[in-house]
């Protein structure tokens, strides 16, 4: 059975730091094109970011530009987001999720193009 345990989430202060986790079971996770959305609520899930499956690409939304980093641990079957110098508008429940197809990642790739999905972890960036 495919799944996929989201963690790492928390509160954390504006200008931090924080790894989230996208541990995978029951597949190889590398062999999956894998992306990462958030969503707060009332709005729909906002892509963050895309690795090829290839692994030889990862695009990254305009939002999260140059404050986001992922990148994927074989041995664990883990993908991890590295967020950085988080604001209060990055307050969102995030969310992996993968695809048994090459896409053609873009920083906007829509979550509909993905079929299975973590349960999503809480971030909150507040003073």
């Known amino acids: 059975q495919l799944q996929l345990v989201n963690s790492g989430g928390g509160l954390v202060k504006p200008g931090e730091s924080l790894r989230l986790s996208c541990r995978a079971s029951?597949?190889?996770?590398?062999?999956?094109?894998i992306g990462w959305f958030r969503q707060v609520p009332g709005k729909g899930r906002e892509g963050i970011s895309c690795r090829s499956i290839d692994g030889l690409k990862t695009v990254y939304a305009e939002s999260m530009k140059d404050r986001a980093s992922s990148s994927t641990d074989i041995d664990a079957n883990t993908n991890y987001l590295d967020l950085y110098r988080l604001k209060p508008e990055d307050t969102a429940v995030y969310y992996c999720?993968?695809?048994?197809?090459?896409?053609?990642?873009?920083?906007?790739?829509?979550?509909?193009?993905?079929?299975?999905w973590g349960q999503g972890t809480q971030v909150t960036v507040s003073s």
């Open positions: 029951g597949f190889a996770l590398v062999t999956y094109t």
């Open positions: 999720a993968v695809v048994r197809r090459p896409l053609y990642c873009k920083p906007s790739t829509s979550s509909s193009e993905f079929d299975t």
